[in-house]
């Protein structure tokens, strides 16, 4: 506790003041009053955390069911809030529109899993599996989603840009050309660039007729997506010719072959 000390200003007066309260003499006095301290850090951080709990409530758990790698959705029936489902039976009969309970008890009395099959649906779908067939049905499931994958990464393209000056020599301009090249093939867009400053756009013929010198030069690997010769900034998008590509991958394999 801090200490402060008191010293009496007006001295004391018990006769002549009469009709007011006699003051003590000093020695009469403590020597010190007492005053509390102001509260610590360290108890003004409990203070303020424990304010924030009572204004926002606790704070938020990690999801158990996201963290568990075993965790399965297709068996956390928790998901139906539906109080009927569409029910299969393990051969993928149709049992028809019964209680989520109902499909429960029947899952445990033949000692069954009960998975979903589609959550969305209206009802949803559930199904009856033996533990073997439900690894069956998960490996099938598993293995149409990597195709997918597959799929969507080989139609998935990405382009790339190529920038080149309008007075480009012919060395930088075979590098630029053998890269495009790779990239078509590759079954990436590509965008060449020819950016024209300051001064420079007088000379945007020149700039135009080497976009049209490259696109020729490209041939038949490419169309053109688009294209713009207006602005400073003049560029050409080519995107793969997926028939001459597959003409060309398979004259490599009829060529591997004969090796």
Do not use: W
Request: net charge positive; hydrophobic share 40%; with cysteine.
């Amino acid at each position: 506790m801090a200490r402060v000390a008191c010293i009496a200003l007006n001295p004391p007066c018990a006769t002549s003041c009469p009709g007011k309260p006699a003051r003590l003499p000093v020695s009469k006095l403590p020597a010190t009053l007492y005053f509390p301290r102001k509260p610590s850090s360290r108890v003004r951080s409990l203070s303020t955390s424990l304010i924030t709990v009572a204004r926002y409530g606790r704070r938020s758990m990690p999801d158990v069911r996201s963290a568990d790698s075993d965790y399965d959705a297709a068996l956390d029936l928790d998901r139906i809030q539906s109080p009927s489902v569409r029910l299969l039976d393990e051969q993928q009969n149709m049992v028809g529109i019964v209680s989520k309970n109902e499909a429960i008890r029947m899952a445990n009395n033949s000692e069954l899993l009960l998975a979903i099959l589609s959550a969305d649906a209206d009802p949803p779908v559930l199904r009856l599996f033996d533990t073997m067939d439900y690894k069956k049905y998960k490996y099938e499931q598993q293995k149409k989603k990597r195709e997918q994958l597959k799929r969507s990464a080989a139609n998935r393209m990405d382009l790339k840009e190529l920038k080149m000056g309008y007075n480009i020599d012919s060395h930088d301009y075979s590098v630029r050309l053998r890269a495009a090249q790779k990239f078509l093939k590759d079954g990436d867009k590509v965008k060449v660039i020819v950016n024209l400053k300051g001064r420079e756009n007088e000379f945007r013929n020149i700039a135009i007729a080497l976009i049209k010198r490259f696109q020729n030069d490209i041939g038949e690997l490419a169309t053109e997506e688009s294209k713009n010769f207006r602005d400073r900034n003049i560029f050409i998008v080519l995107v793969p010719n997926k028939a001459i590509l597959q003409k060309e991958l398979s004259l490599d394999l009829i060529t591997r072959e004969a090796l």
